[in-house]
């Protein structure tokens, strides 16, 4: 089946300082990824959906200054927190939707931030 | 609007019992459905889907959904539960409209105790 990895699995930095998290599909091409933030127990907020080649769409309020999105090839979408804050620790998670299969999204295993 | 519900925050049962994870949608049209289990500090692994087709969808580690149309209803369930199906178990939507977005359920922590 389709795999997606991030990258890293876990991070953890001082205030202020910014992180990029990396979202790849490993044996597929994808021109939409996704975004999601996690919190402990809870469901996925869609943050915002990364298009190859094109600007990211956010979800309503979502700070595209601090979580910027870039998506410079149909298998690797990066997301950076920048000056980031204890409130910015998170779970996220993202995904990818197959070129070849439609609709179906494919995640990957989720990034720990944690913001001292 | 088009959204998904998990009526229920938590679900617990013995090993070896039937295991129900309940799900109901609201859609305009004909509805994409999925479950995903998570387990902790880890992504979502895909169970099933319903696109089109037989209404019972069977699916990953003996998992299967049944859509119910009249009931706006996608229950997953396991007939006989093991304590390594404990997990939080998300249903989504897939909003063909908006760009294929899905949209999650709240989740349910399913507990199995042996």
């Known amino acids: 089946g389709a795999v997606v990895s991030q990258h890293p699995s876990r991070v953890i930095c001082k205030s202020g300082t910014s992180v990029k998290i990396e979202c790849r599909s490993l044996?597929?091409?994808?021109?939409?990824m996704f975004w999601y933030r996690q919190f402990p127990k809870k469901s996925l907020m869609l943050m915002a959906t990364?298009?190859?080649?094109?600007?990211?769409?956010?979800e309503q309020g979502v700070e595209k200054d601090k979580f910027l999105i870039n998506h410079a090839s149909l298998t690797l979408s990066t997301l950076t927190v920048t000056s980031a804050h204890p409130e910015d620790s998170s779970f996220y998670i993202c995904?990818?939707?197959?070129?070849?299969?439609?609709?179906?999204?494919?995640f990957g295993p989720g990034t720990r931030l944690t913001v001292l | 609007a088009q959204s998904v519900a998990q009526p229920e925050d938590q679900v617990n049962v013995a090993e070896g019992n039937p295991l129900t994870v309940k799900c109901t949608y609201s859609?305009?049209?004909?509805?994409?459905l999925f479950w995903y289990v998570q387990y902790p500090n880890r992504g979502l692994q895909f169970l099933l889907k319903?696109?089109?087709?037989?209404?019972l969808v069977k699916g990953s580690y003996g998992f299967e959904a049944e859509f119910n149309k009249s009931q706006t209803s996608f229950h997953l369930k396991k007939p006989s539960a093991l304590v390594s199906d404990s997990a939080l178990y998300f249903c989504?939507?897939?909003?063909?409209?908006?760009?294929?977005?899905?949209?999650f359920g709240a989740g349910t922590t399913v507990t199995v105790r042996a």
């Open positions: 989504a939507l897939l909003r063909r409209s908006n760009d294929y977005k899905l949209s």
């Open positions: 990364s298009n190859e080649g094109s600007k990211a769409t956010y």
């Open positions: 995904s990818a939707r197959d070129n070849g299969q439609g609709h179906e999204q494919f």
């Open positions: 859609v305009s049209g004909n509805p994409y």
């Open positions: 319903y696109i089109t087709g037989d209404n």
């Open positions: 044996d597929f091409q994808a021109t939409t």
